[in-house]
């Protein structure tokens, strides 16, 4: 393969699960942090889900490396099994002995009851993990949520982590699992990498893998994130595309030719965007493997002329309202500006929101910059109506009808109003249009706290306990805590969660971005904001 000839010590883009290649980007490693924290508290389910391929069973696989010795795992791999499959997979993963052939749900659960009892009095955790849990039948999820009945006064003796796709959440809201539903001490999602994270994963997957220089060019890391739309298993996969591709060609490093010709073999032709190209000649490679000889040959012929087809989500756009927004501007890119310039157009202007001035030629990324001005960066996936309530302004990404995808600034928003940049220029547009270009991608900026170095979690010590209790004790209509030498505490944490619950944010303890921007918009803050009060969406 490819690795002998760029130096590697093995390939760098493999989709197996591999904890020494995780990316602890921030999402990633609030994932991670849900989890600890789920299986640390006594409660029962702890709940983590995202798109196929954002890198659940990699944090999953990750958690396992730090779990205390005293846990004991029952993984199960297979969800679609009637109940009394699963119990006896649990008793197999846990070896738990059972009478040889019995189909007894009753024996299975008295087998695994008996152990628990006796796991907790050696001062022992048990923890089952449920893969692709979307796939449990309502009557399995029951007797899980059975299962986790035994507890003393202040501890389950079973703690159960499960991990799905969307999908699952929506299983989990059903009238007839509120019971199970309720029971969910933390709860994580994981989105797809911002485009700002995807240099860092691929290059931090190059250095684990022993790579010595740069084989991706900076310049091609926004095609990546746009190919792959920020899907971590689908840049593993393009980027090995990619890199075959240029080891057959004897290139140094992969070129934008190169990229798009893997990203069409991994997708398919008619699920590679259009972005910010004129068209091409594409080409086509077929790489053919002997094996025993591992001899490689490979041809790559023209195709004809033409550009992909543009790639749009099937989502639902609500109709764009004519009104008299419209004629004082629209948010269509114009041709006399290359449309490359709108991300850092796009910065631009959000830091000028900031009173700060945005450093083009600076090889930071806009975040680091941010956070050399000690702001945080917070960005992903969401509805626009979500990122309107961050109440920040943002740089979102915008989709034309002819497939082209670029960046503007989303500056205020007044009523059914919305006020953009775009291509560097004000323009007061109407609400409806902006979801209907929408392509579901934000950043905003934040005012970190006193000595915030990262998420707070329930134990943690320092200034940003501090300020915690001192800006929620007013919002809640109660006396600050005396917390001294206590940090966060449990005391603490409980309103912490109460606060989330009300904002609507998972009520999980730990304390990030979402939590502070919520509490800095109800206490007040000298940071730009969407709206004034009075005003909204």
Not at 140 to 153: G, Q, S
Not at 450 to 471: E, F, Q, S, T
């Amino acid at each position: 393969m490819y690795t002998e000839y760029f130096g590697l010590r093995e390939m760098p883009f493999s989709i197996a699960p591999d904890p020494g290649y995780l990316y602890l980007g921030e999402q990633h490693r609030e994932a991670l942090a849900h989890l600890v924290y789920g299986i640390n508290s006594a409660g029962g389910f702890v709940l983590l889900t995202g798109e196929v391929g954002t890198g659940k069973t990699t944090v999953c696989r990750c958690l396992l490396e730090q779990l205390p010795a005293n846990t004991d795992i029952a993984f199960i791999y297979n969800p679609k099994l009637t109940v009394e499959e699963l119990l006896a997979t649990v008793c197999d993963e846990l070896r738990i002995p059972y009478p040889e052939k019995t189909k007894s749900i009753k024996v299975f659960i008295d087998a695994i009851n008996a152990y628990l009892l006796e796991n907790f009095s050696k001062g022992r955790k048990t923890v089952i993990i449920l893969e692709e849990a979307q796939n449990l039948s309502p009557e399995v999820l029951e007797e899980i949520r059975l299962l986790t009945n035994l507890e003393t006064n202040r501890n389950k003796l079973l703690q159960v982590i499960m991990v799905g796709q969307p999908e699952l959440r929506e299983m989990l809201s059903r009238p007839e699992l509120r019971q199970l539903s309720q029971r969910i001490t933390a709860r994580y999602h994981l989105e797809p990498l911002q485009e700002q994270d995807v240099s860092s994963y691929v290059n931090h997957r190059l250095e684990v893998a022993g790579a010595r220089r740069s084989l991706f060019p900076e310049s091609l890391m926004p095609a990546i994130h746009t190919l792959s739309r920020g899907v971590p298993r689908l840049i593993n996969l393009i980027c090995d595309r990619a890199l075959l591709g240029t080891y057959v060609q004897g290139k140094d490093s992969v070129d934008r030719k190169t990229l798009q010709v893997a990203a069409r073999e991994v997708l398919g032709e008619s699920n590679v965007p259009v972005r910010n190209m004129r068209p091409l000649k594409w080409l086509a490679a077929t790489v053919l493997f002997i094996s025993l000889g591992a001899a490689l040959a490979a041809s790559y012929y023209n195709q004809k002329s033409q550009p992909a087809a543009a790639y749009r989500p099937v989502v639902s756009k609500p109709a764009v309202v004519k009104t008299e927004a419209e004629k004082v501007g629209n948010l269509k890119w114009p041709e006399s500006v290359p449309v490359e310039k709108s991300r850092e157009m796009a910065y631009d202007a959000l830091f000028g929101e900031w009173k700060l001035s945005y450093d083009k030629k600076n090889p930071q990324t806009p975040c680091e910059q941010a956070a050399a001005k000690g702001l945080g960066c917070m960005g992903g996936s969401l509805s626009l109506d979500k990122v309107i309530r961050f109440n920040r302004p943002a740089v979102i990404r915008l989709m034309d009808e002819k497939g082209q995808i670029y960046f503007a600034a989303l500056k205020s928003v007044n009523g059914t109003l919305a006020r953009c940049s775009v291509a560097g220029e004000n323009r007061t547009v109407d609400i409806g249009e902006v979801k209907s270009l929408w392509y579901d991608e934000y950043s905003v900026f934040w005012r970190k706290p006193p000595g915030y170095r990262g998420i707070l979690h329930p134990g943690d010590r320092g200034p940003v306990a501090d300020w915690l209790n001192m800006k929620l004790a007013p919002l809640q209509g109660r006396k600050a805590l005396d917390i001294t030498g206590l940090g966060y505490n449990q005391s603490l944490v409980r309103w912490v969660k109460e606060f989330q619950r009300n904002e609507g944010i998972p009520a999980v303890g730990s304390v990030g971005p979402r939590t502070i921007i919520h509490i800095n918009n109800k206490a007040g803050s000298d940071e730009p904001m969407l709206t004034k009060k009075g005003e909204g969406a």
